[in-house]
């Protein structure tokens, strides 16, 4: 039947003989056309004549009907089969764009060969040739001059031309593979839609509980009321009593409604109507919010996972420890200091291990909270700490080449340094455009945040660049380019861990993630207590603790990545006055806003404005002023430092950590005291 189809369809086709080397010589002859196409667009000659040659050269149009399906075009609302190009005109207008083909009937074309292709490659599938009629199926392989690949599937008809006895296209089909749903996620439904009922439920039940506390009603429970406010736990709203009862005068004391809505804040107590509409704390709040967003896209991508999953960290991330949490300033996301660890797990598992990271961190923060570990978190040596810190920034400093030079590694690694040398061996086929933004993005923004301070330069500078993709003469890289069109949500999928870690690899899945508690739990406190020095404010640790491991659980849930305190966004936010943890769920609530509506705008933010984000702000993380005063005055500090700094960037954190703190219990012991000098405090 197909081939009475076929001879029906072409009956005034040539009879010559068809010859499998005439198939592949005419696609061949194709891709090259494509390819000189684009060639001849970048070099600025008259582009539009040789696709005109070309359609002319490879296409029937001139002697038969032409069934030409391309791959980027649909139907509209009101032209029916406006997908399919069945004229010479439309097949140039689908190859150079409507514009410049002068066709106005296509107006949604923008020029299939002027991506531009470097290559194209042919896969067949399988062909026939019969009655004078070739047909091919099969895949081709599109390059461009990034060296990102697209597959297509195709179905091309030749037919040979009496005339100049080559082959000319009569039919061609294109399509992008249509992907089978993922078998994990057959199985993922049920299993998510469990953990999100129960975190549903239980962050109703903890926050609405909360919530009732700061209404001031009476039928809040004690622990919420507690948290709500510390002095106002006891039944008398915290004035104190007799053991009788009273107030002390020999009355008792009638409370008012109006005393469970007293909280503390920064200027001592106040009406939580008052908190609220303070302008200090939606400055605060929505500033870091602001600043949330562009940082938390730049750690998503630095975790080795996607923007959104950074931004759903320090949405639910915030919320999270800005309710449960001890500390009223401290804020909690996506940080530097996982950033290292994280990718190396989204390498050796993908990134959708992030998730059960959550799960399992959560459990060890939890043990670490009963065991009263972290009290201990202070006493790690400064020397030890400032190490940490340096391998932290050289990490997310390091990690910026690929965006900051527009090169695209084939190839990831789970060590850092070997990621490192893979980016630094494309160094020459590097895209000009983000050298040259990165260049004069980064140097400005430093000088511009030491110069003025209080002026919020992460906002300004990626607001700023969002249009360059769109007005600069060169192609830019952008989000967009490396992750497409991201859908706008903080919501991921939650797959199961045995499709993700095989059986012998689970130990090692549970140690890293019990690495992370660590990690995580003293960067979270060391926040804190920044935050408390420059307010003058007290925090509870063990809240703090237990507002993280709420954090990490609720992360997971969704499908995000673990959070930790953020050292940077909690100087900025008790920096900008805030007085109450309200700062710290606005700041959650401005980035789920963004996330949810500028999303699509954010996509065309430069991947060298992220690279330069990220390392400015790794050069004000590293301790230099310490280090300098360090090797000055304590050389054997100064060694233990370095050696903490290398394992860190070049083993684990964890291990850096305690290899560090054990080498100087090692030296203060062998000298009888303290070795390395305190040059300065954590905070």
């Known amino acids: 039947m197909l081939r009475l189809l076929l001879i029906l369809a072409f009956g005034c086709a040539s009879s010559a003989e068809i010859t499998e080397a005439d198939v592949h010589k005419a696609q061949e002859t194709w891709a090259k056309g494509i390819v000189n196409i684009g060639r001849t667009y970048l070099e600025g000659d008259d582009y539009v004549k040789i696709a005109s040659k070309f359609v ?5 149009y001139d002697i038969h009907q032409v069934l030409f399906k391309p791959t980027m075009a649909g139907e509209t609302r009101y032209h029916q089969h406006h997908e399919f190009r069945l004229t010479r005109e439309a097949a140039i207008s689908y190859i150079v764009g409507a514009k410049a083909a002068g066709n106005s009937e296509y107006t949604e ?27 091919s199926m099969g895949d081709y392989w599109f390059t461009d001059g990034k060296g990102a690949e697209q597959k297509v599937e195709f179905t091309f008809g030749y037919l040979k031309d009496k005339r100049s006895g080559k082959l000319k296209i009569v039919v061609h089909h294109s399509s992008l593979p249509f992907k089978l749903p993922d078998p994990k996620a057959v199985e993922v439904m049920s299993l998510q839609t469990v953990f999100n009922i129960v975190s549903v439920l239980l962050f109703c039940y903890f926050g609405g509980s909360i919530g009732i506390a700061i209404s001031g009603s009476r039928s809040a429970p004690a622990w919420a009321r507690h948290m709500s406010n510390p002095s106002r736990s006891s039944s008398n709203g915290g004035l104190p009593t007799s053991s009788n009862g009273s107030n002390g005068s020999g009355t008792y004391y009638e409370k008012s409604d109006d005393d469970f809505c007293m909280v503390k804040t920064r200027h001592g107590k106040q009406h939580l109507r008052d908190v609220m509409t303070d302008p200090d704390n939606w400055r605060a709040g929505m500033t870091v919010g602001l600043v949330s967003v562009p940082l938390s896209i730049s750690l998503g991508i630095a975790s080795g996972t996607t923007p959104t999953r ?31 660890m994280l990718m190396a797990y989204s390498v050796r598992w993908s990134e959708d291990v992030l998730p059960w990271m959550c799960f399992v961190s959560c459990g060890f923060i939890i043990l670490i909270r009963l065991a009263g570990l972290h009290t201990y978190a202070n006493l790690i040596p400064n020397t030890v ?4 810190t340096l391998a932290v920034a050289l990490t997310i400093g390091l990690g910026q080449i690929n965006f900051a030079f527009g090169v695209s590694p084939t190839t990831k690694h789970e060590w850092m340094i070997s990621n490192v040398m893979e980016s630094l061996s ?3 086929s590097c895209t000009v455009s983000s050298v040259i933004l990165f260049a004069i993005t980064a140097p400005c923004l430093f000088l511009l945040m030491r110069k003025y301070t209080k002026v919020p330069w992460t906002i300004i500078i990626p607001l700023v660049s969002l249009p360059l993709a769109l007005i600069c003469p060169m192609e830019l890289l952008t989000l967009k380019s490396k992750y497409g069109d991201l859908a706008a949500t903080v919501i991921h999928p939650l797959y199961p861990l045995s499709s993700i870690v095989e ?48 954090a990490h659980f609720l992360c997971g849930t969704i499908g995000a990545m673990p959070p930790t305190g953020v050292f940077v966004r909690t100087a900025l936010n008790t920096s900008l006055g805030a007085t109450h943890r309200f700062s710290q769920i606005l700041n959650a609530v401005v980035v789920l806003l963004i996330s949810l509506i500028l999303m699509p705008v954010f996509l065309y933010l430069p991947q060298a404005t992220i690279a330069a984000l990220l390392t400015v702000s790794a050069i004000r993380m590293a301790p230099v002023e310490y280090l300098t005063t360090l090797a000055r005055d304590n050389p054997i500090g100064f060694m233990i430092c370095m050696v903490t700094a290398v394992i860190c960037v070049l083993s684990d954190p964890v291990i850096g950590l305690f290899i560090g703190t054990c080498i100087h219990l090692v030296v203060a012991g062998s000298m009888g005291t303290v070795a390395v000098k305190q040059t300065k405090s954590i905070v």
């Open 56 to 60: 002319d050269d490879a296409y029937a």
């Open 310 to 340: 950074g931004l759903a960290t320090a949405v639910f991330g915030g919320v999270a420890s800005g309710i449960f949490g001890g500390s009223d300033y401290n804020v909690v996301g996506p940080a530097g200091a996982l950033s290292g």
């Open 109 to 135: 074309d923008k020029g299939f060969a002027l991506k531009p292709w470097t290559s194209i490659v042919f896969q067949n599938a399988g062909f026939f040739i019969e009655e004078g009629i070739a047909m």
């Open 385 to 388: 700490f400032e190490g940490f």
């Open 426 to 428: 494309l160094l020459g």
């Open 503 to 550: 059986n012998g690899d689970m130990t090692h899945f549970i140690l890293s993630s019990g690495g992370v508690a660590i990690v995580a739990t003293l960067e979270t406190l060391i926040s804190a207590k920044i935050a408390a020095t420059r307010t003058g404010r007290a925090y509870d640790d063990s809240a703090e603790v237990r507002g993280l491991a709420i």
